[in-house]
């Protein structure tokens, strides 16, 4: 399974930024999707995660109800629709999916495969 982002970019606070994540490869195998972000000199910290094959989705605190995480099957594709952001989203944004094993929705370890990242910055 591969998986690229795109969308990100500067932006000023309040603003909305659309992130898209194209899962290509063996996506059969995938059970579950996420979007988890670093910002610089912290960790990598979970944002949203949705099921491949159901229409669960979960959420950080911090995005709950600012974020939106959506896919779409057939044209292999997640998104993360991000609105009212601030200073504190500034980011750089990871896609990651789940094929099989333990699994726990908000656990990077429990995801095998990742992208590069995309690049989040939120002006003030």
């Known amino acids: 399974v591969q998986l690229v982002e795109s969308g990100g970019g500067l932006v000023e606070a309040d603003d909305s930024l659309t992130l898209s994540c194209t899962v290509s490869?063996?996506?059969?195998?995938?059970?579950?999707a996420a979007w988890f972000r670093q910002a610089p000199g912290k960790e990598r910290e979970f944002v949203a995660s949705?099921?491949?094959?159901?229409?669960?989705?979960f959420y950080a605190e911090a995005v709950k109800g600012r974020f939106t995480i959506s896919k779409n099957k057939a044209k292999n594709m997640m998104y993360l629709e991000m609105n009212a952001l601030t200073s504190e989203d500034t980011a750089d944004y990871y896609c990651?999916?789940?094929?099989?094993?333990?699994?726990?929705?908000?656990?990077?370890?429990?995801?095998?495969?990742w992208g590069q990242g995309t690049q989040v910055t939120v002006s003030t």
């Open positions: 490869g063996d996506t059969y195998d995938v059970y579950a």
């Open positions: 949705i099921y491949w094959d159901k229409t669960d989705t």
């Open positions: 990651a999916a789940h094929s099989g094993g333990f699994y726990y929705y908000s656990a990077a370890r429990t995801y095998q495969y």
